[in-house]
């Protein structure tokens, strides 16, 4: 049993920077990728970005060149560092963890609001 528990939600104006956080209480096991996904009122859960436990990234067009997705493998924890937000941005951002290869797992956390407005 893994708990994912996210931080660093919050509001801030167009243009400015927040830095997500989200740990993992239980042991991942590798090869796994770790993700932020978001999702606004009335839209589908979508993608932002994504890490392979390799170091691999990819990022949705939308945020590429104005987010950062990092992991701490010793701390089992992924960062998403976002700046130059827009309104478009806001959103609640869930953590995601997925095991690719023998052993298949998904966890979710419980998600942090992120509200981009003036």
């Known amino acids: 049993q893994v708990q994912l528990v996210e931080s660093g939600g919050g509001v801030v104006q167009p243009g400015g920077s927040l830095r997500l956080s989200c740990a993992a209480s239980?042991?991942?096991?590798?090869?796994?990728?770790m993700g932020w996904y978001r999702q606004a009122p009335g839209k589908q859960r979508e993608l932002v970005a994504g890490?392979?436990?390799?170091?691999?990234?990819n990022y949705a067009d939308s945020v590429k060149g104005r987010f950062t997705i990092s992991r701490d493998n010793a701390r089992s924890t992924v960062y998403l560092q976002m700046n130059s937000l827009r309104p478009e941005d806001t959103a609640v951002y869930y953590c995601?963890?997925?095991?690719?290869?023998?052993?298949?797992?998904?966890?979710w956390g419980q998600g942090t609001q992120v509200t981009v407005s003036s």
């Open positions: 995601n963890v997925r095991g690719v290869g023998i052993l298949q797992y998904e966890y």
């Open positions: 239980g042991r991942i096991f590798s090869p796994n990728v």
């Open positions: 890490i392979s436990s390799g170091g691999t990234t």
